[in-house]
């Protein structure tokens, strides 16, 4: 008995232990990632200029980052403006694998015929002949299915990061206007507020760290700046540097624009807020109906009718 008690204490031990520590093993892990994530940016630029340096120096014609990565994975040949768009649909939802938009087209050619495939299979199997129309449809379903469903895939990962990157940008821009009147420079606060919110949102730390290492690494902030917009494909994102660019081209105030860009985010996430709010009532009506109501009657008939029928 007492060996089960110590058993059970040290077990209950270890179980507090956890808890207390996976927190901290989280947060870490959230910073190794971003890390890392940055540092293989840092490299693929400086090897993008150390090879346009390269070829500038031998007199060839300087190819930009588009055009290097059209050649070296051929996506933008064979798919041309289709497969521009996959491939910003890829990075919105975070997948920067640059063979990912030739996989994305394999993947919505491949998955009809697998899923008609498989259809045609069980519809085998059945016992029960099916008519030719329904057999149609069954496997007219399996095709559209099979085609559609990587989009949804990835439409669902980009609302994610979406509402992730909305949801955290308000604060991040408050930390950005604090740095920013503080003296720091545009490239250093990015790469601040990177890191302070890392821990709470991984995607728009990884966002803001490449922001970061572009505008270091790039000579001009403004393609920096799209292409950011361009990755992260919000509304937020696209008004940051929307702002930024009009403020460095007409010469306006940043921190203006940041705190201005702060005030209306954040009215747009309270709005938010209010509309699920004012939604949820309505959501909950058929729930209350289905699963509340039948037992409060219950509750509240049950014992009237318990002691009708112990009185007859």
């Known amino acids: 008995m007492d060996t089960i008690i110590v058993l059970l204490s040290a077990l209950a031990a270890a179980g507090s232990f956890m808890a207390f520590a996976l927190p901290f093993l989280n947060r870490e892990e959230k910073k190794e990632r971003y890390r890392s994530v940055i540092e293989k940016k840092r ?38 403006e289709l497969g521009e768009k996959v491939r910003d649909q890829m990075l919105q939802a975070g997948i920067r694998n640059p063979s990912a938009p030739l996989k994305f087209m394999i993947a919505r050619i491949v998955l009809p015929f697998f899923f008609v495939g498989t259809a045609m299979f069980f519809i085998s199997q059945m016992e029960k002949d099916l008519s030719n129309t329904v057999t149609l449809a069954i496997i007219a379903g399996a095709a559209f299915v099979g085609y559609k469903l990587p989009g949804l895939i990835i439409k669902n990962q980009i ?4 509402q992730e990157i909305n949801l955290t940008f308000p604060d991040a821009l408050d930390m950005m206007l604090i740095c920013v009147q503080g003296g720091i420079g545009l490239e250093q606060t990015v790469d601040r507020i990177a890191e302070e919110v890392a821990e709470h949102s991984p995607t728009l730390a990884e966002e803001l760290g490449i922001l970061s290492a ?24 696209k008004s940051f540097a929307t702002a930024l660019i009009q403020a460095e081209q007409y010469g306006t105030s940043v921190s203006q624009a940041l705190r201005v860009m702060s005030e209306d985010l954040r009215d747009q996430r309270m709005a938010a807020a209010e509309q699920k709010a004012a939604a949820l009532p309505p ?7 289905a699963f509340f109501l039948p037992v409060l009657f219950v509750v509240i008939l049950g014992p009237t009718i318990l002691q009708f029928l112990q009185t007859r």
């Open 43 to 80: 490299k693929a630029l400086f090897e993008q200029s150390k090879q346009q340096m390269a070829q500038r120096g031998k007199g060839e014609k300087q190819l930009s980052a588009r055009e290097s990565v059209a050649m070296s994975f051929k996506v933008q040949e064979m798919l041309g």
């Open 159 to 162: 609302q994610k990061r979406s």
């Open 214 to 237: 572009e505008m270091a690494m790039l000579n001009d902030r403004r393609t920096a700046l799209q292409d950011f917009a361009r990755r992260v494909g919000s509304g937020a994102a």
């Open 283 to 289: 959501k909950l009506t058929v729930p209350m109906i």
